[in-house]
């Protein structure tokens, strides 16, 4: 008959109550958890079936603060960017095959980039990766003289000494949208800006290099945007409301093109077949079938192998140099793009 478990339900079983149910000292409970000597096969087993019993969990990051090191790698994050929380599932994955463990810290609108990353020292990470960080270069400088940092889909100009970068190459992959767009025969293609989030500037650079090269200068459009579903809501009724309308439009990320599509729908806008719509990160909003979005791929598998590769070459071999990888995207053709109409 299976023993009666000893901890009341809701709170946490320790080491003590272990103990407790084995009917051992506390000392022996930890020998048999640490995997050290001085435990015999059958009280090792008791201690274990003890442990199962009371549904005993031992406490990774308490045993790590009490080692020199803690193995923990600092992840900021923003809260509401898709692409953020696909990249994080790809960090766990990374980390873990390397014998790191991960410690999330949210960038929200009740909480700054300054307050995520103190948690983080606070949680003695050893060292930073630093999702689409929007800190002064001076702020990354003054972290990155504490601990390794990285940063992940920013260009940095000059690059910040001791921060290593791991992002997508923006300006291609908007000149590959403008592509796909002008190859099934748009010409009035626009753009919604993403403002100064981090890889708009190559994004907006891309578009605009791609259309001079179609010979569509006169066609460029770049209307204000951002990070968000509402600022492409935003965007699209401001594009609408000028009248004349372009055949596609490429968004800054798949968060900014939903929130185009949302527009168009209500409006009654046919999409593709009055507008296409290319977005950018193929994070899993884009993959949803109500949604079913062209855009741009980021490798965020690569990208997160990358990042956790850069900063525990830099924990084990301190002289290792920073500098950048930049990661290809490619084209993901779903249903919000077509053929151009004549006219």
């Known amino acids: 008959m299976p023993p009666t478990p000893a901890v009341p339900d809701g709170r946490r079983a320790t080491l003590a109550d272990v103990a407790a149910q084995a009917g051992v000292s506390v000392a022996l409970v930890s020998i048999v958890m640490r995997g050290a000597k001085g435990a015999s096969p059958a009280t090792r ?35 509401q960017e898709p692409f953020h929380t696909d990249l994080v599932e790809h960090l766990y994955a990374a980390a873990e095959s390397v014998g790191y463990q991960i410690a999330l810290s949210a960038v929200a609108a009740s909480r700054s980039e300054r307050q995520a ?43 910040v000494p001791g921060v290593h970068v791991i992002r997508t190459a923006d300006d291609e992959g908007a000149r590959q949208a403008v592509d796909h767009l002008v190859s099934l025969g748009h010409r009035d293609i626009a753009h919604i800006d993403g403002g100064k989030a981090p ?13 001079n090269r179609h010979g569509l200068a006169d066609r460029i459009r770049v209307l204000p945007g951002g990070l968000t579903a509402q600022d492409g809501a935003t965007a699209a009724d401001a594009l609408l409301a000028a009248g004349a309308r372009p055949s596609a439009v490429l968004a800054f990320n798949d968060a900014c093109a939903t929130g185009a599509l949302s527009t168009l729908f209500r409006s009654r806008v046919s999409v593709p077949e009055e507008i296409s719509v290319v977005g950018f990160d193929d994070s899993r909003l884009a993959r949803l079938p109500h949604v079913d979005l062209t855009t741009m791929a ?32 490619h084209l993901v053709i779903r249903g919000t793009t077509t053929a151009a109409t004549a006219g």
């Open 298 to 329: 980021q490798d965020i598998a690569r990208m997160a192998e990358l990042a956790v590769t850069r900063v525990t070459e830099r924990l084990e071999a301190s002289d290792t140099p920073t500098g950048q990888d930049i990661v290809a995207p």
């Open 117 to 159: 990353v103190e948690s983080l020292l606070g949680d003695r990470c050893e060292a930073l990766i630093l999702l689409g960080p929007q800190a002064p270069a001076a702020r990354l400088a003054e972290l990155a003289a504490l601990l390794p940092v990285v940063s992940v889909a920013r260009r940095l100009r000059p690059p």
């Open 199 to 211: 890889g708009a500037a190559d994004r907006r650079r891309g578009y605009r290099t791609a259309m």
């Open 45 to 79: 087993e008791r201690v274990l079936e003890a442990a199962r019993a009371i549904g005993y969990r031992p406490d990774s990051r308490a045993r790590m603060l009490r080692s020199n090191r803690t193995h923990l790698l600092g992840v900021q994050f923003e809260i």
